[in-house]
């Protein structure tokens, strides 16, 4: 299995523009996550996924951070409109039942 | 509130001498705990966990250490390399119901072994 498949690896965007970042988790991963990484906060659970069902949104930050997950083998994570302050990476992660956590290798964010 | 605490966020080691990561939780609920370890430019990866029903897990030269009356464990690498310089995460979590809870990680710790 070719992991966690994250894109872009790199976006650079101006502030204001919509931003759609993209996960295609393992196959057969029925848990599907969002997180964010920052310096000041480290690795934060935005969103996760149970068969392809958003269960905890608790940790998305704000109306403008909206996931979706329209199948088992696919999510998108879209900031409209985006912010400097949104500069991160971002990684999805996927995982079943009672296994490991699995990351992709992240979207590297810069909003000027 | 952080639920997970990571109080170094770098530490330096000689290659050949122990490494020693610390974790502090808060969540008496937390009962199975995860070391993650991110290269630059990868995602992170799983390197050893332990359940709370354990004190001490052995992994190669991984050793993670539960104190749980503390809350507190520990990564040892023994003995260290340059290839394990890299950020070090902490993670918590709830087994229930069979399955296992969201991650909390800490903010992480950059291990950096000096050859």
């Known amino acids: 299995d070719a992991g966690v498949i994250q894109s872009p690896r790199h976006e650079v965007t101006e502030m204001g523009q919509e931003v759609t970042l993209r996960c295609k988790p393992i196959?057969?991963?029925?848990?599907l996550f969002w997180y964010r990484q920052t310096m000041m906060r480290g690795l934060e659970l935005l969103i996760y996924?149970?068969?392809?069902?958003?269960?905890?949104d608790s940790g998305m930050p704000e109306d403008r951070f909206s996931a979706k997950m329209p199948n088992a083998s696919f999510s998108t994570l879209k900031i409209q409109p985006s912010e400097p302050r949104d500069s991160a990476v971002y990684f999805c992660?996927?995982?079943?039942?009672?296994?490991?956590?699995?990351f992709g290798e992240g979207s590297r964010l810069t909003v000027l | 509130d952080q639920q997970v605490k990571q109080n170094s966020p770098s530490l330096s080691v000689q290659e050949g001498r122990i490494s020693i990561l610390n974790c502090d939780y808060t969540?008496?609920?937390?009962?199975?705990f995860l070391w993650y370890k991110k290269y630059p430019a990868e995602g992170p990866t799983f390197l050893i966990s332990?359940?709370?029903?354990?004190d001490k897990n052995e992994d190669g030269r991984f050793t993670v250490f539960l104190n749980k009356s503390a809350k507190h464990l520990s990564l040892h690498i023994v003995p260290s390399q340059p290839g394990d310089s890299a950020v070090y995460f902490c993670?918590?979590?709830?087994?229930?119901?069979?399955?296992?809870?969201?991650?909390?990680f800490g903010k992480g710790t950059k291990l950096s072994v000096k050859p």
């Open positions: 992660a996927s995982r079943s039942v009672a296994g490991e956590l699995f």
């Open positions: 196959s057969g991963h029925d848990y």
């Open positions: 996924f149970n068969n392809n069902v958003p269960i905890d």
């Open positions: 969540n008496s609920m937390f009962d199975y």
């Open positions: 332990i359940s709370s029903i354990k």
């Open positions: 993670a918590a979590s709830r087994y229930y119901g069979g399955s296992q809870g969201n991650l909390i």
